[in-house]
């Protein structure tokens, strides 16, 4: 054990289970609706703090509003609603960012909003 009771460490530490496989406990993520304009329209979007957080770094990397960023995945995401369209673009680009580094497969929808 790790020195904690019944295996059990603080959010987002790691612990291991009586196997002594590691754990990691995560902390419960809240979800925060914001309004947002896209082109001309206004429109809610429900993401996780996490995935906001992720938008925000992605769009100041590539010197693009939230706004923007947000319009050029809701022109590309087909289907899917846009929630769920910005969290697998967030997904995307950070896989992206990874394979660079020669670790993980490629996906294609964070380069087709590039």
Do not use: C
């Not at 002594?20 to 947002?36: D, F, L, M, N, Y």
């Not at 082109?39 to 703090?49: I, P």
């Not at 770094?57 to 050029?72: C, D, F, K, M």
């Amino acid at each position: 054990m790790d020195g904690n009771l019944n295996g059990r460490a603080a959010a987002g530490t790691r612990a291991v289970d009586r196997k002594g496989i590691p754990q990691v406990r995560h902390e419960r993520s809240t979800v925060a609706k914001r309004s947002i304009v896209i082109g001309r329209h206004k429109t809610s979007v429900s993401l996780e703090q996490p995935f906001w957080n992720a938008v925000h770094e992605i769009a100041h990397e590539r010197n693009v509003t939230i706004s923007e960023l947000i319009g050029l995945i809701d022109r590309g995401r087909g289907h899917a609603n846009l929630s769920s369209a910005i969290r697998l673009f967030v997904l995307d680009y950070y896989r992206g960012r990874t394979m660079s580094r020669g670790r993980v497969g490629s996906s294609a929808l964070a380069s087709r909003v590039s």
